[in-house]
């Protein structure tokens, strides 16, 4: 070791130098007291290290600073470093102070160390500021309301308060901004003001050396030098630093790191601060409303600027504490005013509830079943689950609820239903009610083997399917089939869900191995066994599809086809005239199978097929579809033909029948469906040519204007046959009841019955059979043999219903002689 020390001194010259500042004498009296402010920068070179090993892992957002500190935890010695790092300002907070109230008594900031004193108020003002930035880090609740309040009372200062806050925070509120600015202050800033003021510190310390004990400014040149900094001070300095360091690696190894749940805005949060500003925030709230920023801003500040002036106002040569009365009782005064203000801020600090006995045996069944495996208490335990501290507040009967039957509330709910006893589910209720906003997670003693550390990260309940995804021969090291069946059998994974059966089959051929995991190849063959996807099945799967369309659209789209038939096509489709004959086999082939409806729109939109390009095809495509010649239905929808048509193509079967429809005008009709068609959307003569109607009705249709004015009688007159083919007499009736044709003039009672002789079956169009016979009370006309029997019915009478037609003085003496009866 001799040997490299002294190459290395060869070289540099620094093992001299280090000898030379370290190798000095020290006054007699110098013992342990003296040892802080070394050990004091030993704990800042821990800080240090710990620090740059964390911000390697740190990532400055809100969004990940809370999860970037859990996945420290997580990290090899990363639990260790943040616990570390945590103890470490604690003990420098409490070192700091130690060590100002030690020089204060041993009167070393007289004359002439004035600098080596303002410099050290200095440093603590920088270590103050770094406990300041360093607790919203984390951006936990604590972390986050505690600034919150800090920047609170920054902000109520007069005048220059509103500047004050915005320049620190960067925005309104404690944001994004401020975050970003704290870390930059707490990792680049304040440890280049620490390095600069501590180097001048120390050096001057070494210039003007370590004040002897108990002496008076003028007296320091007489007083004995027999001991040597190093070997004999530095020999103390390492028993304390040992000693110190054993400690911190037992609190942190012991009590560890914990976090309070992530910041939140919305969720107000009784937010503490750290023990060795309790005096602060309690001077604060001796001040209440708009005079809060006395005890907050304007106190503490006069304060500090009388400590940095103590060197300059107490101008006593003496050091001894009898001979300084004065400095001594303000320097008292300000102990027992910071000592009895911290303690009366303690009870302000929430500890953890202290469990009843039906409390603790809940918590010993939370842990004995695992519950904690899902559910976390502040961010201790897994994350499936709701975290108990901060999910709000729950009723007795709501927690037994939800252990007697979980999905009650959340259907896709994991969580096993309570097999407890009564007992049991009383004392598991007790113990939840009793958790706070601040309980932390009970530690649990290790059982069997560790967890592995992919399984220690944050949030690997949601993320473990990428572990599953990545090595899944890993997982089946530890895990049977049957273990991921235990929580999805209620709740299918997110891959699961959207078409799974649709796409599984091209999942499970990527990695066979990753479906192997949770399940069986049984389960497979389970729906699989009816169309086997064998060694053979490319040559079998064209008659399957046939039969089994709809079974094979269960994992495949109908656009699956297309992925292996664009390079390979079916033997039908490798002719080379292929597309001049397809048209014509789709008679023999099922396209279908392959291809969808809009497949063909996809060419025939610019394209036609043949059938489609000879010149009279809108007048023959009726017949040809009618012929089953075209399949229509293998590029059109039944909707197409309504483009054209306006209505149903083809005419269905009802067509021609006759039943009521809505009436058309004054007149309520019994009209075929198309016959409405045809009067109220005229198209017909679209398809059928003028001549078609005639066929069918014997004269032209629909009828020509003016039809029921002059057209319609004298058709009905000579052919009533053509008008009963879609008349019916009742509908002659509802019309001519107040509108009566020309030949039923004034004269027309006595005129009617020659005009009815021999067309009767005129008059019947519109008065039915036998309708002479109401008006008559009479069989008419007159029946062969009414001569011989007339005289039964007949009355000379006035009133006789004969006399309605015939004149009785002329009509009977035509036959009869006047002495007649």
Known sequence: MKKILRWIDDQTGLVSDIERFLVYPLPSGISWPQTIGAVILFLLVIQFVTGIFLALYYAPTPDHAYDSIQFIRSVYWGRVALSLHHYTTDAIAFLVGVHILRVFLWGAYKKPRQIVWVIGILLLTITMAFTITGSLLPWDQNGYWATTIRMSLAGSLPIVGHWLKAAILGEPTVGTLTLTRFYAIHVFFLPTILVILLVFHVFQVRVKGITPPWRQVDDEQNVEKPLLFHPDHTVKIMICCAVLFVILMLATLILGFHLTPPANPNLTYPAHTDWYFLYLFELAHLFTGKWEFIGGM??????????????????????????????????????????????????????????????????????????????????????????????????????????LNPTRFNPRSIMPPSQLNQHEIVAMVSFIQSIRPTSTMPSTPQIGPPEPQSHLEEGFMLNHRFEVMKDPQSCAECHQPRFCQACHRNRKPNSHLHHWLRFHAGASAVNPKFCLVCHSRQQCDQCHRKLLHGPYWLRMHRNAAIKNKATCYRCHTPTFCRTCHHGARPPSHQQANFLQIHGKLTATHKCTVCHTPDFCVECHQGARPVSHRAPDFMKRHGKLALSGTLRCSTCHKPSFCQTCHRTNMPHPADWLNRKVLPPIGPVKTAQSPHSAAAMQSPVCANCHVQNFCVNCHGIAMPHPAGWMQSGHEPIALQSPSLCKRCHRPSECMACHQTHKPASHDANWPKTHPTAAKGQEKVCAICHGQNSCDRCHQTPMPHPADWSMTHAKVASFKANSFCFKCHDRQKFCSMCHSKTSP
């Open 298 to 403: 304007v106190i503490p500040g006069i304060t500090l600027l009388a400590f940095i002036l103590v060197p300059y106002l107490d101008h006593n040569p003496e050091r001894k504490l009898a001979r300084r009365p004065i400095s001594i009782f303000l320097a008292g005064s300000v102990f027992v005013a910071v000592t009895a203000l911290s303690l009366r801020s303690l009870p302000t600090i929430e500890s953890a509830p202290k469990l009843t006995p039906l409390q603790q045996e809940g918590q010993k069944l939370f842990l004995d079943l695992h519950c904690q495996a899902c559910h976390g208490i502040n961010g201790g335990g897994g994350t499936a689950g709701p975290d108990l501290a901060t999910g709000g507040k729950l009723t007795k009967k709501t927690i037994e609820e939800v252990l």
